[in-house]
């Protein structure tokens, strides 16, 4: 087995920070449909990252997957307003900072002693090798938490057995769904207690 380490964002350096977003684009950048441009994708999500909530998986010093936890007062990502007006213009980049915002930055969880799976993402050449699977472990393992909760679409298949294997459980559909309109599949709230 190779040696890893997480780190928390903040602990990245430049290289490894833009890795981080790759990695970011390659699981979720098929989900932004107002650009497929992926240096666009890039420099919008430059300063989204929360330097404490983003964690990354590493081998050898390259990033090979990330976790977002969100608990009940802050999320991962959030869209800096004048990046994403830089990058696509006053108006549309004005509309999709706050569009993007108003679903990255709801609140996901009530209690203090929960946390949410916001983002969990591999690149290709590491999925099957465990590099997801021991994200979650370290988020299981973070202290203060009781309850973990994670959203998978349905169609989403690999993931949603990955994450019945670590012990969550489907508790919530949402058939009637905004990505189950674009053809993604209808979003599957699930759970899994830690203690």
Do not use: W
């Not at 240096?39 to 081998?59: G, N, Q, S, V």
């Not at 938490?145 to 489907?170: D, Q, R």
């Amino acid at each position: 087995m190779n040696q890893y380490e997480i780190k928390v964002y903040a602990q990245l350096n430049n290289i490894q920070k833009e890795e981080a977003i790759g990695v970011f684009l390659e699981g979720f950048g098929h989900m932004m449909t107002f650009s497929k441009d992926n240096e666009e994708l890039k420099c919008l999500f430059t300063m989204a990252f929360h330097p404490f909530y983003i964690y990354a998986y590493l081998e050898n010093g390259k990033v090979l997957g990330i976790l977002g936890i969100a608990s009940n007062c802050i999320r991962p990502i959030k869209i800096d307003i004048n990046q994403s007006v830089k990058v696509y213009g006053k108006f549309k980049g004005s509309i999709i900072g706050k569009q993007m915002n108003l679903v990255f930055q709801r609140q996901v969880v009530k209690k203090n002693t929960d946390i949410y799976i916001d983002v969990l993402a591999t690149t290709k050449n590491a999925r099957g090798r465990g590099v997801a699977t021991r994200l979650l472990e370290y988020a299981f393992s973070l202290p203060k938490y009781e309850e973990c909760y994670i959203e998978v679409l349905s169609k989403n298949l690999n993931a949603k057995k990955l994450y019945e294997k670590s012990g969550f459980i489907a508790y919530q559909k949402k058939p009637l769904s905004y990505t189950s309109l674009m053809g993604f599949g209808y979003p599957i709230r699930m759970k899994r207690d830690l203690i």
